[in-house]
T-cell receptor, first 112, second 114 residues
Framework: EAQVTQNPRYLITVTGKKLTVTCSQN?????MSWYRQDPGLGLRQIYY???????DKGDVPEGYKVSRKEKRNFPLILESPSPNQTSLYFC????????????FGSGTQLSV | RKEVEQDPGPFNVPEGATVAFNCTYS??????FFWYRQDCRKEPKLLMS???SGNEDGRFTAQLNRASQYISLLIRDSKLSDSATYLC???????????????FGAGTQVVVTP
């Protein structure tokens, strides 16, 4: 089944403890991206990647890192989480190089 | 000012009625436009792209007004299952800074009642 798999679904952590949220897609998509969703603000793009080893900042990249060593995986790393990073996170991939027609993972609810 | 703005609603709609709502965008050079649907706290799913000439997909009609910089979504013969939040998505202009950047509206909530 074609899908974007995100793990974990729920994560509770403490300030400063490094964490990684994994994202994997099995559709051979070039484009992948991360978003956070907060009430009243909608989805905001954190980072995106249009190809392996190519990553670019979205609108809210501060406090996050990503890597794209393989086409299928695009992990989101929080080196030192802070309470303002408490949010609902979505990973997405797209067959289109500009990121249109996104397929989303089922989300990760993070509480710091 | 937000780059993509939507009326948050909720739009309370009787079953079988028609509902329409807009999304405004600030960048006149925006290239691509989409509507996504999101059920409560679940992942967004692509509903439809919005083409310059307007387009329909069953009960859903999307329109683009470049002069006034807004897109619209109209739902005819509303079903209970149409209750959701509808997200407007705009792709940036074709510059190296914005290539691949997508801007999401905060969403319009639609509640269809029996």
């Amino acid at each position: 089944e074609a899908q974007v798999t995100q793990n974990p679904r729920y994560l509770i952590t403490v300030t400063g403890k490094k964490l990684t949220v994994t994202c994997s897609q099995n559709m051979n998509h070039e484009y992948m991206s991360w978003y956070r969703q907060d009430p009243g603000l909608g989805l905001r793009q954190i980072y995106y990647s249009m190809n392996v080893e190519v990553t670019d900042k979205g609108d809210v990249p501060e406090g996050y890192k990503v890597s794209r060593k393989e086409k299928r995986n695009f992990p989101l790393i929080l080196e030192s989480p802070s309470p303002n990073q408490t949010s609902l996170y979505f990973c997405a991939s797209s067959p289109r190089v500009k990121g249109e027609k996104l397929f989303f993972g089922s989300g990760t609810q993070l509480s710091v | 000012r937000k780059e993509v703005e939507q009326d948050p609603g909720p739009f309370n709609v009787p079953e079988g009625a028609t509902v329409a709502f807009n999304c405004t965008y600030s960048n006149s050079a925006s290239q691509s436009f989409f509507w996504y649907r999101q059920d409560c706290r679940k992942e967004p799913k692509l509903l439809m792209s919005v083409y310059s000439s307007g387009n329909e997909d069953g009960r859903f009609t999307a329109q683009l007004n470049r002069a006034s910089q807004y897109i619209s979504l109209l739902i005819r013969d509303s079903k209970l299952s149409d209750s959701a939040t509808y997200l407007c998505v705009v792709n940036g202009p074709l510059t190296t800074d914005s290539w691949g950047k997508l801007q999401f509206g905060a969403g319009t909530q639609v509640v269809v009642t029996p």
